[in-house]
């Protein structure tokens, strides 16, 4: 079992499925952890990015140049320790969970957006 397996809480109103090609775990349709290449990234608050910041975070830039605003690399000395990966994890949660469900688009509606009038 992976590192991110591990520290994803095992609750029923997180599910798990992949963004940018790799394992992402949700909750009312918000993504707050994933793996990015070989990165644990977290969704936080603006104090816990603070806090984990001055432990070695970075921001999440999945192109180069691009930061995605709230969101932070998990550094090496985090991952180190499981317990404080799954702490890490489980305030992205609770912080994802505060947020509005996000509403889910039909795949038919966006296939239909994609194409072009004729």
Known sequence: MSLFERVVPADPAIE?????????AFTNGNMFA???????VLRLGEDAIAEIK???AT???PMPGRAMKGWVVVPQAILASAALAEGWVTRAYRHVS???RKARQAKAKK??????AR
């Open 34 to 40: 994933g793996l990015h290449e070989d990165r644990l």
């Open 98 to 100: 505060e947020m509005p």
């Open 59 to 61: 921001d999440f830039e």
């Open 54 to 56: 001055r432990r070695g």
């Open 111 to 116: 296939a239909a957006t994609g194409r072009r």
């Open 16 to 24: 798990r499925r992949k963004m940018f090609g790799y394992p992402a």
